[in-house]
């Protein structure tokens, strides 16, 4: 192979510096200062011994604006080797296929003493680059560098690798192959090469992270609540907003102390976190061609439009998220559960229990959203489980916004007040009442935790009775009314107790597994 054909392998556009990134995400100024700080030290460590740092994060966090700002900050100081920015949406940059290439171009530019090796290896090997991404490595990255240091080369200090968005690299097992060459690379070069991978915290990206040839070789940080990111997006809201004001054709009309301090906090709440929410609100609002104030009144609600979509950009996100679940309809109703059922522990034993799915099912089918959810792990048996994205339901619960993803909280609720009435009546705890049609079918291996949070959400699930049917109505009315909590009934008068009393003459019909007929409670 010609030295010369090594571009027609190269992706340009996976480059730091790219035309067609221009005007990349990155950090706002004087934001993400403690994480920059933090990997800058781990970057002019000479004597680190993890050569590779992984930081990850929910989606829209900021992994790639810090990826950005961290290339731009080593270019400037000489200490950038390569970076290979993936995306899903460019040719090129979605699979692992020219990743060697492509950071080779760049390695034989930084440092330029590899490049007689590089063309020598090119030219013994015509068909190098159909070669396994190992190959390509131990040809291209380890023999010319370590060839370099054992000839007497003088290094000044560490050079960094950087490798953005991993986990929109093809498939699972494209990423799994670009992590085992970065763990061969860093086993196998006595040149001090660092390398720095910025994903979400998928599946296969942590299993492949957590394995023992890993973890020795890596230091990871995690874009959580250590960081306190609530602080740079409240800064970096005020900011655009100020440049809004500034430079926006409306400027000079808008009042002062627009937008106010709580509208402010709304906009961090809203955001958990991720800065992506805070983004898109900026860039709808500071649209030249209509005023700030009615932009931002669309994005809290307070006005509807037919043509603005101020969150087409998190849709996107959020329907790329969802697109990817296989078991996306039992998906959609655990997080029914996790929005509308907020009594209940939202641990994963519950979760199974509550939707009544085998044991460690809720794992699994959320094992593909680590970017939108907490997950505890598996050791962790009392952890719950967190929504990442408060902006989450208001997308899910949106039909226009979510589309085949819409979550219906008419039938939503009525589900959970029915599944509600069936873990009461498994659990054959029905307060005050004896009646053997209850306890015959008890379930003894319901968790108290599950229970306990049913009664409690008693009153929630009354509210929705009118879409039951008559039979679901006078189970709720019998359990509702031998429940204890504090002397709070759902009746307020005599008369209504006189209501229940012949409600209760009615047949009452139900399922336990099998369908049970009640004549009369014996109880009465």
Request: hydrophobic residues 40%; proline residues 5%.
């Amino acid at each position: 192979m010609s030295p010369d054909l090594l571009e027609k392998y190269v992706v340009p556009g996976a480059f730091h510096n790219s035309a067609e990134r221009y005007d990349p995400p990155k950090c706002h100024p004087h934001t993400r200062e403690a994480v920059l700080k933090r990997i800058m030290l781990w970057v002019d460590d000479p004597a680190n011994e993890a050569q590779i740092m992984w930081i990850f994060g929910p989606a829209g966090a900021g992994k790639s604006a810090i990826a950005q700002s961290i290339a731009e900050m080593c270019f400037q100081q000489g200490k950038l080797a390569a970076s290979f920015f993936f995306s899903r949406n460019a040719s090129g940059r979605d699979n692992e296929t020219r990743f060697i290439s492509t950071l080779v171009y760049q390695l034989m530019i930084a440092i330029p003493e590899i490049k007689d090796a590089v063309n020598k290896a090119l030219q013994a090997d015509g068909l190098l680059f159909s070669r396994s991404l190992y190959a390509q490595a131990q040809s291209l990255i380890t023999r010319p560098l370590n060839d370099l240091l054992e000839n007497g080369f003088q290094i000044s200090g560490p050079r960094l690798v950087i490798v953005d968005g991993l986990d929109e690299c093809g498939q699972a097992k494209n990423q799994r192959c670009v992590l085992d060459v970065l763990s061969t690379l860093t086993r196998d070069l006595i040149y001090p090469l660092w390398f720095f991978v910025a994903s979400r915290p998928d599946q296969v990206i942590r299993d492949s992270f957590s394995e023992e040839s890993m973890c020795s070789i890596t230091t990871r940080l995690a874009l959580d609540d250590t960081y306190k990111p609530d602080t740079d997006i409240e800064r970096f809201l005020r900011s655009k907003f100020h440049k809004i004001i500034m430079n926006h054709p409306s400027g000079a009309d808008i009042p002062s102390g627009w937008p106010s301090d709580n509208d402010i906090r709304r906009l961090v709440k809203k955001s958990s976190g991720q800065f992506i929410y805070a983004s898109t609100v900026v860039k709808f609002v500071e649209s030249t061609c209509h005023h700030p104030q009615e932009r931002l009144n669309v994005v809290f609600g307070l006005v509807t439009s037919e043509i603005a979509t101020p969150f087409a950009e998190l849709d996107t996100l959020h329907n790329q998220i969802l697109s990817t679940v296989i078991q996306i309809e039992k998906a959609l109703d655990i997080f029914m559960v996790l929005m509308l059922f907020s009594q209940l522990p939202p641990r994963p034993d519950i979760l199974d229990h509550f939707l009544t799915y085998r044991a460690g099912e809720t794992r699994a089918i959320l094992s593909d959203l680590h970017s939108i959810l907490y997950i505890p792990s598996k050791e962790d048996r009392k952890g719950e489980i967190r929504i990442l994205h408060a902006s989450l339901s208001d997308f899910l619960f949106d039909a226009k916004r979510s589309g085949r993803f819409f979550i219906d909280l008419v039938k939503s609720r009525t589900t959970i007040a029915r599944k509600i009435l069936g873990i009461l009546v498994k659990s054959g705890k029905l307060n005050n009442c004896s009646c053997s049609v209850f306890t015959e079918h008890a379930l003894p291996d319901i968790p108290g935790a599950l229970n306990d949070a049913c009664y409690t959400a008693l009153p929630v699930a009354a509210k929705f009775i009118d879409t039951l049917d008559v039979y679901e109505l006078d189970l709720l009315r019998y359990v509702s009314w031998y429940r204890k909590w504090d002397g709070l009934f759902f009746f307020e008068d005599v008369r209504d107790a006189v209501t229940f009393f012949r409600w209760m003459e009615l047949k009452v019909r139900f399922e336990v597994n099998a369908q049970i007929t009640l004549n009369r409670c014996p109880c009465f």
